[in-house]
C-alpha cells in the first residue's frame, strides 16, 4: 500500500511572526537554536542576550534546521517551561498542520527517504555557508497516512529509536569509564616532559607530520586501490578508531617515492589541522599505511611509554588544553608541528601504564560488542523507517 502524499509546502508555516528579544531586554525567552538542539534542550536566557531577530514558535511545532543540512537536525517543539515565551532560531525551517502527527514527520524528515531529496536543496560554498532551500524543499512529497495510521507507525518508530538510543549511552558510558580510570590512575597531569625533550631522551622514537611538501601526492594519484592514506576524517572522535571504508587509497608507484608518513603498528596519531585535537591509535589493521599532512604521528619507545598509555594522556589529560591554547594563537584552526614540540606530554609510571593498557583492552572488546549491537539497530531502524513510509508497516 502507498500513501497519498503532499508537497512540503502545505505543511510549513507561511507567517508565523517574528519577535526581536533586544526590544524586551529583561523578559526571559525560551529560545530553540541550532546549538540548543545539539545539547538537547532549549536555552532559558534574557533578551539582552540574544543577538538577533527570531521566529516565534509553539508547543508541536516540527522544526527542521536549513543550515549544515547533512547534519540530520530536527525537533518537536516541546511544552513550554514555566510562562516563558517560545522562540526559535531563522535557520529552522518550521512545519505546522492539523494534518500531520508531529512525531511522524520528525521520522519522515530525519528519514534517507526525505533527507536524499533534501540535501539536492542546498546551495553555498561548503562548511556552515551550505543551506537547504526552503522553496525547493516545498517541493518534496510527504506521505499523509490517516492519523491513526501516522500514531501508529510514528509509535513504532519511537520504540526502535530507543533501542538505538540506549545503545549508543552504553558506548558513551563506556568511553566516560575509560576516561575515569585513566584520571583516577594518573590524575590531571598538566606538567610533563616537553615532546623534544622526549624525543631526546628516547621516550618517543619519533614525532612527525605527512607533510610530503612538493612530493603531495596528486587528486589523480588517489583510487580503490592501493596504500591506505589516512587522514584526520578517518578517525573516531569517540575512540580514537580508524575508519577503513572511508579512507582514500594511494597507487602502488606514487607511495613507494615517498619517504615520511609511514605507519608502524602502535603509533598515535594526532590531528593538528581542521580537526586539531582528535586522537588516533594505528594498531596494525592493515600492513601498510601512509598519513597525510593533517596528521602527526608519535612513536613511543615501549621499554618507556606504553601506545595506550600515550593515546589516553593525549586524549584525556591536560595535553588537550595546550593545543586549545595554541590553536588560538594562531590565525589558522591548526597547530604546527614546530609548536607541537614544546607542548608537554605527561609520562606515567610503567607498571601503571601497563595497568591501564590491561582495562583498556578489555573494554575495546566490550565496546566492539556494543558496536555491533548498535550497527543492528541502525539496521533494523532502516528497515522499518523504509516500510512505514512506503505504506508497508
Not at 497519498?4 to 537554536?33: C, H, I, Q, W
Request: aromatic fraction near 8%; hydrophobic fraction near 40%; proline fraction near 6%.
Amino acid at each position: 500500500m502507498s500513501w497519498p502524499t503532499v508537497p512540503a509546502a502545505e505543511l510549513m508555516l507561511k507567517r508565523g511572526g517574528s519577535v526581536n528579544p533586544a526590544n524586551y531586554p529583561d523578559e526571559t525567552f525560551e529560545l530553540l537554536s541550532i546549538p540548543a538542539f545539539d545539547k538537547g534542550e532549549p536555552e532559558i536566557v534574557e533578551g539582552k542576550a540574544i543577538g538577533s531577530s527570531k521566529s516565534c514558535v509553539q508547543p508541536n511545532d516540527v522544526l527542521l534546521s536549513k543550515i549544515v543540512p547533512h547534519i540530520k537536525r530536527c525537533w518537536v517543539v516541546p511544552a513550554p517551561q514555566g510562562t516563558y515565551r517560545q522562540i526559535g532560531s531563522g535557520e529552522w525551517i518550521i512545519f505546522r498542520s492539523d494534518k500531520i502527527y508531529p512525531p511522524f514527520l520528525r521520522h519522515f524528515l530525519t528519514s534517507e527517504i526525505f533527507h536524499k531529496q533534501f540535501m539536492n536543496t542546498t546551495a553555498g560554498v561548503g562548511g556552515s555557508l551550505v543551506r537547504a532551500r526552503p522553496a525547493e524543499v516545498g517541493n518534496i512529497e510527504i506521505p499523509l497516512p490517516p492519523l491513526p495510521e501516522q500514531k501508529r507507525i510514528a509509535a513504532i518508530l519511537d520504540k526502535a529509536d530507543a533501542i538505538r538510543r540506549k545503545r549508543q549511552q552504553a558506548i558513551q558510558l563506556a568511553d566516560d569509564f575509560l576516561r575515569a580510570v585513566f584520571l583516577d590512575m594518573f590524575g590531571d597531569p598538566r606538567d610533563g616532559l616537553k615532546i623534544e625533550d622526549m624525543l631526546s631522551q628516547k621516550y618517543l622514537l619519533l614525532h612527525k607530520d605527512g607533510n610530503h611538501g612538493s612530493n603531495y601526492p596528486a587528486k589523480e594519484e588517489f583510487g580503490d586501490d592501493g596504500v591506505v592514506f589516512i587522514s584526520a576524517k578517518d578517525i573516531s572522535d569517540q575512540d580514537g578508531s580508524i575508519d577503513y571504508a572511508s579512507v582514500a587509497h594511494l597507487n602502488e608507484s606514487k607511495a613507494r617515492k615517498l619517504t615520511i608518513g609511514w605507519l608502524k603498528e602502535g603509533d598515535v596519531l594526532l590531528a593538528h589541522n581542521a580537526t586539531v585535537g582528535r586522537v588516533g591509535l594505528f594498531s596494525g589493521e592493515v600492513d601498510e599505511a601512509l598519513i597525510g599532512t593533517s596528521l602527526t604521528a608519535f612513536r613511543p619507545n615501549q621499554e618507556r611509554l606504553s601506545s595506550v598509555y600515550l593515546f589516553a594522556a593525549l586524549k584525556y589529560s591536560g595535553f588537550q588544553a595546550q593545543l586549545k591554547q595554541n590553536m588560538g594563537q594562531s590565525t589558522r584552526n591548526q597547530v604546527p608541528i614546530t609548536a607541537q614540540r614544546a607542548l608537554k606530554i605527561p609520562v606515567g609510571d610503567l607498571k601503571r601504564q601497563r595497568q591501564f593498557e590491561r582495562v583498556f583492552i578489555k573494554l575495546k572488546q566490550v565496546k566492539s560488542n556494543l558496536y555491533a549491537g548498535l550497527k543492528g539497530s541502525d539496521e533494523m531502524f532502516s528497515s522499518l523507517s523504509q516500510r512505514a513510509f512506503s505504506g508497508q508497516l
